[in-house]
C-alpha cells in the first residue's frame, strides 16, 4: 500500500512508500492527517515531482467503481457500497406524518399543498447517489494530483428490454393502452380470477396485491397480482407475502442510471473540467481484451486508459451509512397504547454507532448496541466478528462517520467469470 502526501498547504504531491514516510515521521518533518487512507503532510515547503494521473469511474446505482493510475501503477483503487435504503424510509416517514395529523394531536397542516420543486429536481434516492458519486471523486483528487478523469455512464431503452422487436409507434401503445387505470389492467390481465386459489373460495371479491411492499416495489403491473378478499387477508394474516414473485425483473437500476449519467457528469464538470465520458462496451471489451477479471475497480482501471498497470490486492472497500435516525417512536404501539422511544443514547459506554474499535486484533465497526456496555460488531463486507462483545475489549481508532473505509484484500478471480 502507499502512503499519500500533502505538501504543507495542503495540496496533494505523488505518494510516497511506506518507509519514506516513516522517515518523515519520525524525524518530524511531516504529520498524521488521516488514518485511512493513510495520509501525511510536509511540514515543509516542497514543490514535489508530479506525473500524469487518470481516474477511472465506473458510476453505477449500487457500487462505485474508482481507480487512479499512472501508464505503470494503480496509486488508488476502491469501491463504494452506496445506500438503497433511502427511497424505504422516505415511505415509512410519509406514513408516519400521515397517521400523525389524523391523531387527536395539534392540528397540523399538511406541507405537501405548497411545495414546488426546483428546476432540475431529482428523486432523494437519486440525488444521493448523483451527490455521492461527486463526494467520492473530490474525496480522491484530495489524495493525488488527477490530471483527467474518466466517467462510464450507460442508457437503457426499457422498452427494448422488455420487448426487443419493438420499433416506430409501439413505444407510444403500451400493455395498459385502452384501460382506465392499472387495476383494471391488473384484473384484465390475470383474466379476473385468484392467482392463489383459481377461484375455489368461490369468493366473487377481487383485490390487487402488491407481491413486493409498496414501499420498495412500487405500484406497477409487475409489482402487482389479483386475489380474491379470502385469500388476500389469509396471506396478510399468516405473513405469507412471500409466495408469489415478480411478473418481471425490477428495471429500477436501469431507469435511474439512465437519469442519473448526465447529472453526475454536469455536476463533475463544474468542479473538473478534465472531464470526459465512456460507455460500458468499451470497458468490457478492454476487460476481455487484456483478459482481467469483473470487478468495480478493475472496471474502474480499464475506463482510468491503464488497465495493464501494476496493482497490489489491497484495495479500500467504502459504504456509505446513514447519519442521523430522527424517527421518535416505534412503528408498533405497545401495550396500553403508548409508543415506545425509538432513539437510544448516542453514546453507550463512550462508543457510538459505525464507530471503528479493535476488537482482539480485528479493525471492525459497532453495527448495534445495547444499553449494558455489548456491541455488535461487523466488518463492511457484512462478516460478523462478534455479536456481543465488551466495551472492556474495545479500543476507538476512527470516530463514526457517514462513509465507513476499510482495507480488503481483492480475490483472485478466473478472467471472464462475473460477480455483483
Known amino acids: 500500500m502507499l502512503v499519500y502526501v500533502l505538501n504543507k498547504h495542503g495540496q496533494p504531491l505523488m505518494p510516497c512508500k511506506p518507509q519514506k514516510a516513516r522517515k518523515l515521521l519520525q524525524q518530524e518533518k511531516a504529520k498524521v492527517v488521516q488514518r485511512t487512507p493513510f495520509t501525511i503532510q510536509l511540514q515543509y515547503g516542497s514543490s514535489g515531482y508530479k506525473q500524469p494521473i487518470s481516474l477511472g469511474v465506473d458510476a453505477g446505482t449500487k457500487h462505485i467503481g474508482l481507480s487512479a493510475t499512472t501508464e505503470g501503477q494503480v496509486l488508488f483503487e476502491g469501491e463504494v457500497k452506496l445506500r438503497t435504503d433511502i427511497q424505504e424510509l422516505l415511505a415509512t416517514r410519509r406514513s408516519l406524518r400521515s397517521a400523525r395529523r389524523s391523531r387527536k394531536t395539534r392540528y397540523r397542516q399538511p406541507r405537501f399543498l405548497n411545495r414546488k420543486k426546483n428546476k432540475g429536481w431529482l428523486a432523494p434516492s437519486v440525488q444521493n447517489k448523483v451527490d455521492m458519486h461527486t463526494k467520492m471523486i473530490a474525496n480522491v483528487h484530495k489524495l493525488l494530483p488527477i490530471t483527467h478523469v474518466t466517467i462510464e455512464v450507460a442508457q437503457f431503452d426499457i422498452q427494448k428490454i422488455k420487448n426487443p422487436a419493438i420499433s416506430g409507434d409501439l413505444y407510444q401503445k403500451g400493455d395498459q393502452l385502452g384501460f382506465w387505470n392499472v387495476r383494471e389492467y391488473v384484473f384484465f390481465r390475470d383474466k379476473h380470477v385468484c392467482q392463489h386459489c383459481k377461484g375455489k373460495t368461490k369468493d366473487r371479491i377481487l383485490n390487487v396485491h402488491h407481491i413486493e411492499s409498496r414501499k420498495t416495489g412500487g405500484d406497477g403491473p409487475d409489482n402487482l397480482l389479483t386475489l380474491c378478499e379470502t385469500c388476500h387477508n389469509k396471506i396478510h394474516k399468516e405473513g405469507k407475502e412471500y409466495l408469489f414473485t415478480r411478473k418481471s425483473a425490477s428495471f429500477r437500476d436501469a431507469s435511474q442510471m439512465t437519469v442519473m449519467r448526465w447529472f453526475i457528469h454536469h455536476q463533475v464538470k463544474k468542479l473538473y473540467p478534465h472531464v470526459q465520458l465512456t460507455y460500458g462496451f468499451q470497458t468490457k471489451n478492454t476487460r476481455i481484451h487484456h483478459g482481467l477479471e469483473k470487478s468495480h475497480a478493475v472496471d474502474a482501471r480499464c475506463i482510468s486508459g491503464n488497465p495493464l498497470a501494476a496493482s497490489s490486492n489491497n484495495t479500500y472497500l467504502f459504504k456509505q451509512v446513514r447519519k442521523n435516525n430522527r424517527q421518535l417512536h416505534k412503528m408498533t404501539i405497545a401495550k396500553g397504547g403508548y ?82
Do not use: M, P, W
Open 339 to 420: 409508543r415506545k422511544a425509538n432513539k437510544a443514547g448516542r453514546f453507550v459506554k463512550g462508543f457510538q454507532l459505525f464507530d471503528k474499535v479493535l476488537f482482539e486484533g480485528i479493525e471492525c465497526f459497532v453495527f448495534g448496541r445495547r444499553k449494558t456496555g455489548y456491541f455488535d460488531l461487523q466488518t463492511i463486507d457484512g462478516v460478523s466478528i462478534h455479536k456481543s462483545a465488551s466495551f472492556k475489549k474495545l479500543r476507538l481508532v476512527e470516530k463514526a462517520s457517514t462513509l465507513l473505509v476499510q482495507i480488503t484484500q481483492r480475490r483472485e478471480v478466473q478472467a471472464g467469470s462475473s460477480h455483483d
